[in-house]
């Protein structure tokens, strides 16, 4: 199961206490109580893996290691080993506690999301010309806390839209080693799926309906996923008997959720177009060429189109690089 949503409990390790100790050794006399280790900090890292998530599924509180206690003859007590969390490039992290928030968008990419305690002082800390012999320490700190809300949110070069079965999958896996299920049924794609043609990512997003900005269908959750795309890919079935009003449904959810998304550069796709007679598909191009709208056929049995789709995709590696 793809995992694009999480809550999460981060606590940070306690600091040691500080120790109470005195040298047994002539004319050397006095405290030498060392102090304590910092507690571990939480720490978020951004890796490769997209489902990365998943591993937030079951467990929900995660504790960093506690600090050591001071120990005699001056030694400060070893600090609480961090603890790392991996998730995906692009996760949009908000502390719920605080409101603050933050995005991981570079593999490697690091956030101490909380802090460790501070360790209590030793006695050899407390020493002064007027107490030569304190007995007293400090206990650790207490490690920060707070919950987390994880969000993934794809970063693709290309993101692959439309309404549901409508051959997104299919474009996927002729132009990627992608191996997305393929289905003649609503909702074939239950979750983004990612594939790479050279050095493009290419993301297909699950199909949208009407409402789907307000939740419905597969709902509002797979519209994040379009946010970080740099190009969007629009699907129309060239076999609709209103492919613009599909494509305008389409986009109407987009504008509701985010206005940034309709301005994204775009490509139509007019998809399944061995489906349909030649003079169909001419038609449909002419009626998107009427809103200024270039759309391109592709059946993936036909190879003239798949290499006319291919010249595409290469000419945007060109501009990437």
Known sequence: MFIDEVKIKVIAGKGGPGAVAFSKIKMSLGPTGGSGGRGGRVILEAVSDIGALRHFQSKKVFEAEDGDGGRPSFRDGNDGADLVLKVPRGTFVTDLTTGKTFDLTKVGEQVVVVEGGKGGKGNFLF????NTSPKESQPGLPGEATDLRLELKLIADIGLIGLPNIGKSSFLNTFTRADSR???????????SLGV??????????????????????GIKFLR???RTLILFHFVDASSTDPIADYETVRAELKKYNPVLIKKPEYIVISRSDLVSEDRVKEIQKIFAKKKKSAFPLSIVNDGQIEQWKKILNSLMEKKK
């Open 127 to 130: 020493r002064s010309s007027r």
């Open 225 to 227: 996923h379009i946010e």
């Open 197 to 218: 043609y050279y050095d493009l990512i290419l993301a297909d997003i699950p199909g949208l309906i009407e409402g789907a900005s307000e939740g419905k269908g597969l």
């Open 182 to 192: 393929v289905g003649n049924y609503a909702f074939t794609t239950l979750s983004p």
